[in-house]
């Protein structure tokens, strides 16, 4: 790319784990510089104790710089609150009320720079009967009626990966971007704020219009699949195919087609998209049974011909290698074991690249501090564990230049 989106833009990511820690990804894959606040020793806890090693660490920290400071030191305040100025966007994702407990809360922040986009994200929100509750992903799912959507009704189980918190970064970032724009226009900064609980939200939107749709019935995995008119259908190859035809009468005759089942379409359970939606579990029962009479390869060509929605389901190494996907550049070329997934858009064409490697606690310390502090103030705060870097164990700056 010519020049990323966000080149200018700086962020302070006060972030653990993955909601906020994935928003301040894409923000960096699109060229904002990400400064990254962890624990000195240790670092964040997703490093899971192999530093730049852990592959999940790694997909949401790669492009990002490491800032290891003590932030129950005041001293270690003091100086986030003096690089703070520098920075257009501080972004954390702590309990409610504990960054403003260390005295870096959104009044004193905007204080020090009065256009900053201060964003917190937590669990529940700053208030009501769940605002101190601990919040993972799977909590986020539960409450916000995941799980529910996703099982059969009276049997919930959980998901296979983290809805939750990866659609808090997305939410995230689309409302850091959205004040970002207004900053542009006003000048004033922002508060934003979030929660898993709301962003949850934008993935069951629709379920929550079909509970007001069903009688304020709460919808379960099969619910919607009447009116959706989807299948999963094995076939007799053992691969599986996807169907969706909607309420278009149009894929439904498609389908007839593809099936060489034309009687169908006088069947007076599914002559019209009200009948089918009615009689849907019947027609499962029918579809699937012709699918069992061919393999995969065939039906796909079969679909394909008559114009029929459908795909074949893939599982991650499959998503990974189908053409689509290396068209699209959706990800990095593999190293290490560990491709990184690009950010889902392309501009003038391009998708931006997160080339970039994946830091080591505390790599950055000193650079950062040495924006504010000069170099014996810097070598103090690390001799007294304030601030953590590589070169820690190193001679003192006044030292290292008596013997140069």
Same mark, same amino acid.
């Given at each position: ?14 972030g ?9 990804s ?9 400064? /990254? ?5 240790? #670092? ?5 104790? @192999?530093?730049? =090693? ?7 920290n ?12 005041p001293? #270690? ?12 966007? !501080? ?6 009320? /504990?960054?403003?407990? +260390?005295? !870096? ?13 201060y964003?917190?994200?937590?669990g ?16 986020? =799912?539960?409450? #916000? ?8 009704a009276?049997? %919930? ?8 918190? !990866?659609? &808090? ?12 724009v ?6 004033? #900064? ?37 009116q959706? =008119? ?8 053992g691969?599986?195919?996807? +169907? ?20 169908? %379409?006088?069947?007076?359970?599914? &002559? ?21 009479? /061919? ?5 796909? @060509? !079969? ?24 068209? +699209? ?28 490697? &994946? ?10 501090? %040495? ?6 103030r810097?070598?103090?705060?690390? %001799? ?10 190193? /001679?003192p700056?006044?030292?290292? @230049?008596?013997?140069?």
């Amino acid at each position: 790319m010519r020049r990323k989106p966000l080149q200018n833009i700086r962020v302070l990511e006060f972030g653990g784990y993955i909601s906020a820690p994935y928003a301040s990804s894409l923000l960096a894959a699109l060229g904002a510089d990400v400064v /990254k606040v962890e624990r000195p020793g240790i #670092g964040e806890d997703f490093r899971r104790a @192999k530093n730049d =090693q852990s592959p999940y660490f790694r997909q949401y920290n790669a492009g990002k710089r490491s800032f290891a400071v003590d932030l129950k030191d005041p001293r #270690g305040v003091e100086l986030v609150k003096a690089v703070l100025p520098r920075f257009d966007v !501080l972004l954390e994702n702590l309990r409610p009320g /504990k960054l403003a407990a +260390l005295g !870096l809360g959104p009044q004193v922040c905007r204080e020090l720079r009065p256009d900053l986009v201060y964003t917190s994200v937590t669990g529940f929100g700053d208030g009501g009967p769940l605002r101190a509750r601990a919040a993972y992903d799977s909590i986020g =799912q539960a409450v #916000g009626g995941i799980y529910s959507i996703m099982s059969n009704a009276g049997a %919930a189980q959980i998901s296979g990966t983290c809805l939750a918190d !990866l659609v &808090t970064g997305l939410s995230t970032a689309t409302g850091i971007l959205a004040a970002l724009v207004g900053r542009g226009s006003s000048g004033l #900064g922002e508060h934003v704020e979030t929660s898993m609980m709301e962003a949850v939200s934008t993935v069951t939107i629709d379920a929550i219009t079909q509970f007001f749709d069903d009688g304020h019935t709460d919808p379960s995995r099969q619910s919607r699949h009447p009116q959706a =008119q989807n299948f999963c259908l094995k076939t007799a190859s053992g691969q599986d195919i996807t +169907l969706h035809l909607s309420s278009s009468q149009k894929f439904w005759l498609a389908l007839l087609d593809a099936m060489d089942r034309r009687d169908l %379409a006088d069947d007076p359970r599914f &002559t019209t998209y009200t009948q089918r939606w009615d009689n849907y579990f019947e027609l499962v029962d029918i579809v699937q049974a012709e699918f069992m009479t /061919k393999p995969a390869d065939e039906w796909e @060509k !079969l679909l394909s011909e008559a114009d029929v929605p459908f795909a074949p389901v893939l599982g991650m190494g499959g998503y990974l290698s189908h053409p689509q996907t290396e068209w +699209l550049k959706l990800t990095e070329p593999e190293t290490d074991d560990l491709a990184l997934v690009r950010p889902p858009w392309r501009f003038s064409g391009t998708r931006p690249d997160r080339g970039r490697t &994946t830091p080591r606690v505390g790599q950055h310390t000193r650079e950062i501090a %040495a924006e504010v502090y000069d170099e014996s103030r810097v070598d103090e705060l690390v %001799a007294a564990g304030v601030l953590f870097t590589e070169d820690r164990f190193e /001679k003192p700056a006044a030292e290292r @230049k008596a013997s140069a």
